[in-house]
C-alpha cells in the first residue's frame, strides 16, 4: 500500500487511491515551468531523461507568466487540449 500525504494539512490526511499504471509511456507529456529559480534546469533534465527512457513521447514545454500568481486560464486550457500528462517544475 502506498501512503500519499497532501501537504496543505496532515494532521487528517485524506486517503487516495492511486491510478493503476500500465508500464509504458505514450502521448504528449507538458512540461510547466512555474518561473521559479532554476525550475528550467530540472525540466532541461527531465526533458532528456523522457527523450532517451521514452522516445516514442512528445514534449511540448509551457512557461508561467509569475510564480506568484495562478496559471492563466488561457495557458491551463492550451495544456489541457495539447497534453496527456503535465509535469509542473517547483524547484528552487
Same mark, same amino acid.
Request: proline letters at 9%.
Given at each position: 500500500?502506498?501512503?500519499?500525504? %497532501?501537504?496543505? %494539512?496532515?494532521?487528517?490526511?485524506?486517503?487516495?487511491?492511486?491510478?493503476?499504471?500500465?508500464?509504458?509511456?505514450?502521448?504528449?507529456?507538458?512540461?510547466?515551468?512555474?518561473?521559479?529559480?532554476?525550475?528550467?534546469?530540472?525540466?532541461?533534465?527531465?526533458?532528456?531523461?523522457?527523450?532517451?527512457?521514452?522516445?516514442?513521447?512528445?514534449?511540448?514545454?509551457?512557461?508561467?507568466?509569475?510564480?506568484?500568481?495562478?496559471?492563466?486560464?488561457?495557458?491551463?486550457?492550451?495544456?489541457r487540449n495539447?497534453?496527456?500528462?503535465?509535469?509542473?517544475?517547483?524547484? %528552487?
Open positions: 500500500m502506498t501512503t500519499i500525504l %497532501d501537504p496543505t %494539512d496532515e494532521r487528517k490526511p485524506v486517503e487516495r487511491q492511486i491510478t493503476p499504471r500500465s508500464g509504458s509511456l505514450s502521448g504528449v507529456i507538458g512540461l510547466l515551468d512555474i518561473s521559479k529559480p532554476r525550475g528550467n534546469v530540472f525540466l532541461d533534465e527531465l526533458e532528456q531523461l523522457l527523450a532517451q527512457k521514452a522516445p516514442d513521447v512528445t514534449v511540448k514545454r509551457y512557461m508561467k507568466p509569475t510564480f506568484a500568481k495562478p496559471c492563466p486560464d488561457a495557458l491551463r486550457q492550451q495544456i495539447e497534453c496527456s500528462f503535465v509535469i509542473e517544475a517547483l524547484a %528552487d
